[in-house]
């Protein structure tokens, strides 16, 4: 019996199993704050049901014992259903018998009294029994299982991905490299891009989900070094499409939240307004106008520049839903980037930025097809020739146009819950200073 259910078992006997993350004493009476994984509730235990129920003498040791709950406790209660006297719809236990896991033999080091982060984040894992880290987790779940539901209404292919790669995807300075046996460097994965686009002509649209990793030396609320991308590969899709399908994505998974997730974005005391907002179309602008728009807002931000943090932040306080920021200068984007036939010296790729100042969630592209141009963009950025045979090898045979995107998961969850830190949105964050828990 799970704490959720209560509501369908009123008046009825139930067993509860969990800890007690809250507890107050009234003369012989006790309020019992039991929380399970799918919820809370508030057990009653007074000494007098414990004697009716189980006569004098046991109800009296069984009272005594009581007395020895301490926070994080873990317990199987066993009580009647009822519903809340003055809040109808909520539910709670009332308390006939009990049996206790274990008790505590030291004080929990996490108390309601403010902690700062670092002691949080050295007792990550205790602190992912708060209500709040609770939420997030759960809020975490449903984008996961949101976006493999939207995937799959969509003809996309689950496709595992390699993490012991052989070379770099996303820029050779931010790779973490490992020992390979006789065969030297490997290194782990960035993105599983490069794999998915060998997929497509076996499946047609496929994705990604699993960790990824960064070696970058940045030490903002927006970056871990390990975290889960999703990353999804269409052939035939050409840019303008890749939008589309990015923002009908993106609604989905929040829309899922709002439907399912009301008691944690209440936790998190999440304003819903700007999510309920979040439906297609997106905004579109090109890198171009974001320039101007940027250094009217105050940024020095150059004609040729990527977006940083700050920009992006300034920029998306600007608009009420998330924002395709499209068509960025080559020379700051990826090799694999299709050139916008346009304008060579842009891209046909957009990051899609979260508004409410979140900023960049996603990263995607039109992809170059052509052969030799490929070759070319492999020179220009100086990368090993021999380490992307392969992937040169899927321009030769029945080559076709074809875009992609990643996103990363903990900057939406972070997003949607409304944080201002992307380390709490993962279980156990690894930044550039710390890898423990
Ligand atoms: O923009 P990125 O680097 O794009 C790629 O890796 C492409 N190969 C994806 C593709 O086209 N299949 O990364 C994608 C997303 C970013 O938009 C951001 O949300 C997230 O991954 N991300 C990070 N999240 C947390 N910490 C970091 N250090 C991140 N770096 C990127
Ligand atoms: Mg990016």
């Known amino acids: 019996m799970f704490i959720k259910d209560l509501k369908n078992y009123k008046s009825q006997e139930v067993i509860l199993r969990g800890w007690i993350y809250n507890f107050r004493s009234s003369g012989s009476i006790m309020f019992l704050q039991l929380r399970d994984g799918t919820g809370f509730v508030q057990g009653i235990l007074e000494k007098e049901t414990l004697k009716q129920v189980q006569g004098d003498n046991r109800g009296e040791e069984k009272w005594n014992e009581a007395q020895k709950i301490v926070l994080e ?18 539910f709670e236990l009332q308390v006939k018998d009990f049996k206790i896991y274990q008790i505590p033999s030291e004080e929990y080091p996490i108390s309601k009294k403010e902690h700062g982060p670092e002691f949080l984040l050295d007792n990550r894992h205790l602190w992912l029994r708060s209500s709040h880290q609770w939420a997030i987790q759960k809020v975490r779940d449903t984008l996961i299982r949101a976006c493999y539901e939207w995937m799959h209404e969509h003809n996309f292919i689950k496709f595992d991905s390699p993490i012991l790669t052989p070379a770099a995807c996303e820029g050779t300075t931010t790779l973490f490299g490992v020992e390979y046996f ?54 035939f899709v050409e840019h303008e499409e890749n939008l589309k399908i990015q923002e009908e994505l993106i609604s989905f ?90 304008n060579p010296k842009y891209c046909l790729n957009a990051d899609l930025l979260a508004p409410e100042g979140y900023g960049e969630i996603i990263g995607g592209s039109q992809r170059e097809d052509d052969y030799e141009t490929l070759v070319k963009r492999i020179k220009e950025h100086k990368l090993p020739m021999e380490a992307f045979e392969w992937y040169l090898d899927l321009r030769k045979f029945g080559s076709v146009p074809h875009s992609g995107f990643g996103f990363g998961l903990e900057r939406i969850v972070a997003w949607v819950c409304g944080l201002q830190h992307i380390r709490e949105t993962i279980p156990f964050p690894r930044m550039i200073n710390r890898i423990t828990p």
């Open 253 to 342: 998974m929040v829309g899922k939240v709002l439907a399912e997730n009301k008691v944690e974005l209440e936790i998190l005391e999440r304003d819903l307004k700007p999510l309920e907002n979040i439906k297609p179309p997106f905004y579109r602008i090109t890198h171009s106008d974001a320039v101007k728009k940027l250094r009217e807002l105050g940024s020095d931000i150059g004609e040729m520049d990527d977006l940083g943090a700050d920009d992006e932040t300034i920029l998306t306080k600007q608009y009420d839903k998330p924002i395709f920021v499209e068509k960025y200068p080559a020379e700051v984007k990826a090799f694999y980037m299709k050139r916008d036939p346009q």
């Open 182 to 235: 006789d065969l030297g460097k490997a290194y782990l994965s960035q993105s599983g891009q490069l794999y998915l686009e060998a997929a497509i002509a076996s499946l047609g649209r496929v994705f990604d989900f699993g960790p990824v990793f960064r070696a970058e030396k940045s030490k903002t609320r927006r970056h871990l070094t390990e975290f889960w991308m999703m990353d999804a590969e269409a052939a």
């Open 73 to 90: 406790t873990s317990i199987e209660l066993t009580g009647t259903v009822t519903e809340h006297p003055k809040h109808p719809g909520e």
